[in-house]
């Protein structure tokens, strides 16, 4: 894309000139500083005043954070930009990243402490597979489907069904077969996972391609329906491709915040958890 | 032969009407694709069905299609069964019921065709493929969220915290790491307090308040106590900055300064209780001597940060000015001496000639002729006189009427003198001139006994004098010597460990220089730290307070003395309440 | 002064000329339509850049127009019965200068309905106005010492055309030789170099085009091409040159602007091969977005796909925005290098939707937006007539799901969401027309783009989409 219109978009990423990434930045650059330089007593872990420093910054950075899902269907009158809280949302969760572990003083254990430390250093690794498949996804996505919307697509490939059928019902022998096999619909689930995990073109015309050739010396009327149905078979995969590879997009997108979204909710009762624990047994 | 076809067609408008066709024969093929004679739009039906056949007049049936499914009811279509006469025949192809009959000039083939209702292509794909942009609706974040978020409530706060409510005071020796509690421990709980791994609140009293000193105490009983309250609290620095906040976040959460847990930490697995982590000493005893000025007498408190601020050792040490015989603990310097009231020359006792190499049988002594380590293999025993110097010196002063050598032995002064004044008044037994009857001290016979007792005693030919000389008062009554087993009252050292290649005595200890008593071998910290220094500094051996002092020691209380002791030799045995650093 | 109606009707007219045609009982129809305002000595009538559609008329007292040329700020004094502000009418475009009102003056304030109308019923009105505005246009572009004289010369001497979209007036290597002034509507340059299309620069009412080929006798070196609908005003080369003649002022300002015209296109001609990619890439931006009649658009949501991931947030804040019914369809649209144009208004210099709303419903607000006031009565002509698709016919919008039980459990139709369960509102209350208004009245601006979690939606007029100087 030309510069002139690339200088008008501002991914979330480079948000005000990398603005959070500074901030993230300097906030890691101090925690370290004050790790390695504060006038501790005791070995740095979760209980020392500077460990409860970081834990009440922690906690504060992790609820702002989670925020984020509330900020983004708060839609209200105001001067805020999801982009710019995006922006903060990434950059800060790094800084999170650090500033827990520091709290953490490195002890782990199988606990509810270290469980919740998991618990968030998933949520923000997930956040880092998220912003990969944001800074990649979405041109592939776009170079998929063109100008046509996932609802056009669809409609086409209603149409092809139509046409497939309306063929099939003059028809008998392999290419009734095959016909009747590309019509088939997989179930909701098979077919999600075969746009994740499978190769996305239909693997059924290769097969039928010799029993078709036969087909095409039968008489003339199946000869041209036979035809007819290899093309629309043809056209059928091509669409099932491209609906498939939106698909896998759109599933990737949003498949990864089915672990970073439940992962923050439990992580901050795993949290709480530790912090009722600890106040508990004080 | 004429076929007549009539076919009914059912209207939209639910009428019926009738198509009537004539084809010539011989031959009529039925199926479902266009190019047959008659189509029989039926999904269930092959594309090419059977044909009915006109052979010399007689109608038969024949199927076309071998790999057809469709079954004509009644109508076997490999034998083509014959219409002739006024026979009729009426079957079933999927859903047109077919009748077949003569005319009645047997001129004619007459075929109904009934289709039972509309026929025709329908399409079976509506609108609306099943395709879904969203993934599996299983994957729901907020579905997973709130499975996960009461799976894990359950686990890490019902399952613990009901565990630890129900199990409040049984307390079990058979205690296993995987009960429920230990979701909630910081880390693995100590093998001594093992047993209350499954009941926390035997530490734990009371939920949100810090564990304090006193629970500790009901096990822990009368331990020493570090210094007097009054010391301790004026020992710890007046915080400032950030230490004064923590004092102030410590004092609003309830938790105990000074108390066992500002230094014992449980829950750190198979570390143990950690005691004392480190720089812990040092909020105290970093600028000590100011804060305590004026306490602890003329010695006072150093100012240690570290061990490299650790000033010159201080020992105790007898001194004798002025008459008075008194403890003194100071640091090393030449001019203070320990006046223990012994003589006593290293160099000449591990000289490799001389006198001591003649008597040991021209062999050079060594440290370990006369000190041994004792059980605490950390410490050495105190040199005894009678097995450490009585192998050369035998205390012998004359030879009795039998010619053998009379020697004293080394229990005290007084019973010396006995021995002396009965050997001397059986002597003058033997003596009639020198016999005195009746004299009031109970001394019967000999003169001046007493005198001639000091006199023996004063003489410096191999008794008393050969090595307590300055021991000795005037009149050979009271012989004052004090030594003192153990220098550093207030710390530890372990030679046992010391004893390393190639450590020898005189790599610490100076002995071949010393040719008096008085010389104290202790080195001077500066030979330790060729080997120790402060954590952190490399290729040295990191040394911490804890490696040589004890913080839970009571501080040694030093006896009073005074001139006229009343004992031939007084050791002083100086045993503070101290274990050694079990760490 | 007390006048009865009778007086006033005889005044104005004799105050101000547009209206002198009239008969008194036009006279008094057109007057219920406009409104007299009074202004005090120094107040500012409008500002420019400021979006308005009404017409003023000098009934008494003065005014001047501040324009601004280079760091000079010149005054145009207009007294009584001249007419201003009619450039904006007839351009749909915002405000070109400040004017202030120089004494204590009386004013009639026309709006632009009531005028065209006018223009409509009265030919000679019409032309009054076609002529008046053609004047002042010639002023903007030949400079204001161009006399009066001159003005009329070339005004007699042109003829106005109407050039359908995409059509070219002038093609490249042509040797005729008028220039033209683009009256309203848009237009292109471009240029055959190498065998391919280059846009050379996009040109709004106002500018002159072709004025080169008149004044240097040669070939046209570019194509000029209408993007919507435009109206130009053909100026012959004899009338372009005596014009000139007349003042040396006038001609050095032509000089000079060709000069740098001369300098962009011997830059594109030199620096072709360099510049190549780029240069192609400028021009088939730019006929993607003039075929998406972005030309017309004066503020259009432009989502870059290498940015968007489909959230449809852009979606659920325009439906939070105004009560449930989203205005844009984000996934609808065409798309052109991963840049893509959703079904959203685009708040075109001459809204179509406008020209048959029966209660006027439709403006354009101070700030520049296009919407639909409250008065609209849902008969969907705006919707028939607008050429993008993006009016929608609905109706009142039902109660929200609450926002927590929706967040935490997912109850109700969500946010963004219409419910569909409340069938009742559905079938009681009209469908009326709805249309993105930039979101008016909203602190923060449009909800779209503040919403867009990264940045992929931005909100652009057509000048910064193609800036030939940035190439």
Known sequence: MPNVISQRFESFLSFNRYRYLWVALALMVVAIGCYVFAP???????????????GVISVGLMVWLAALGLRKRLIRPGKWSQKGRTSAHVYLGIALALIATLHTGFQFGWNVHTAAFGGMMIVIVSGFIGVAIYATVPSKLSENSGSQTFVELKSQLDQVNLQLDKVLFELDGPPLKLGERVLKTDGVLVSQLRALFSQVALPVFEQFRDSIQQARDAGAIERDLSLTVLRLTQSKAALVKRIRLHQRYKALISIWLAVHVPFTFFSMLLVGIHIFAVFYYW | MQIKLTTIIYRQSGRQTRKVETFEGPKLSFGRSASNDVVLSDRSLPVKCFDLDIVDGVVGLRATDNDTKASIDGVDLKRPEFLSGESQAEFKVGQYSISLGLSSDQDMVLVNIDPGGSVGYTPRYGPGFRVRSKFASLLNARFLSWAGVFALFALFAWYPFSSEVASTTTLSSDVSDQAPEVLWASGKISSAHHNFAESCDQCHVEPFESVTSETCSNCHEALP??????????????????????????????I?????????????????VLSMPDGLCQTCHEGLDKRLAGHMGAVGFDDVGAFSAHGDFKYLSVDRTGGEITLVRSALSPSKRDQSGISFSHEQHLAESGLVWEMAEEQTLTCASCHALDVSMKNFKPVEMETGCGGCHDLAWGEDDLGQVFRLEHNSLAEARYVLARELSLASLNDPGSVRPNRADGNRGVENLDAK?????????????????????????????????????????????HKLEPLQCNSCHDAKGSTEAEDVLMPKIEVCSTCHADPGVSHRIESDCLMCHEYHATPPVFPKLSSGLDAFAARLVLEPNRGGNEK | MQHTVEEWLALIPKAIDLLSPLSPLQLRDFLLETSMRHAKAGEVIFEKGAAGSSVFAVFAGGIKILIETGEDLLEIPMGAGQMFGEVGLISGRPRGSTVVSSESTILLEIPRTALLKLMLSQERIKNYVDDLVATRMFSQVFGPSLSDESKKMILAASELITVPPNQYLITE????SDAYLIRSGSMVVERELMGSTVFVTYLQAGAVVGEMAALMDGSRNASVKATVKSEVLKIPKEALIAALASSDDVRALVESRMESRIQVND???????????????????????????????????????NLCIGCDYCEIACAESHNGITLLNREAGTTFEKLHIPTSCRHCEQPQCMTECPPNAITRSVDGEVFIAD?????????????????????????????????????????????????KVETSSPKLARKCDMCKGIDGGPACVRACPTGAAARVSVNEFINFNEL
Not at chain 2, 459 to 482: F, I, P, Q, Y
Not at chain 3, 173 to 176: L, V
Not at chain 3, 297 to 302: F, G, S
Not at chain 3, 392 to 401: G, I, L, V
Request: hydrophobic fraction near 35%; glycine fraction near 12%; charged fraction near 20%.
């Open chain 1, 40 to 54: 501790v007593k005791t070995e740095h872990n979760g209980g020392t005043w500077f460990g409860y420093t970081l």
């Open chain 2, 225 to 254: 106590q570090h210094a007097s309250a009054l010391l301790l609290s004026l020992s710890r620095p007046i915080p400032e900055g950030l230490d004064s906040l923590e004092g102030l976040a410590k004092a609003e959460f309830g």
């Open chain 2, 256 to 272: 105990e300064e000074g108390g066992c847990a500002s230094c014992h930490k449980d829950h750190n697995g198979d570390e143990g």
């Open chain 2, 453 to 497: 007792v000091t006199e023996i005693l004063q003489s410096k030919t191999g008794l008393c004098l050969e090595c307590h000389e300055s021991a000795l008062n005037d009149d050979g009554t009271r012989l004052d010597v004090v030594t003192i087993s153990d220098f550093a009252v207030h710390a530890t050292f372990d030679h046992s460990v």
């Open chain 3, 173 to 176: 290597g042509d040797t005729k």
């Open chain 3, 267 to 305: 830059f594109i001609t030199s620096n072709k091969t360099q510049f190549s990619s780029a240069v192609e890439m400028n021009s088939a931006i730019a006929g993607f977005v003039f075929e998406n009649g972005l030309g017309e658009a004066t503020d259009v949501l432009v989502i870059n796909e």
């Open chain 3, 375 to 423: 008065t609209c009565i849902g008969c969907g002509n705006c919707e028939r007539n607008c050429p993008y698709d993006v009016i929608k016919m609905e109706r009142a919008p039902e109660p929200r799901s609450n926002f927590l039980s929706s967040v935490l459990f997912g109850l109700g139709p969500g946010i963004g969401h219409r419910d569909r369960r409340a069938v």
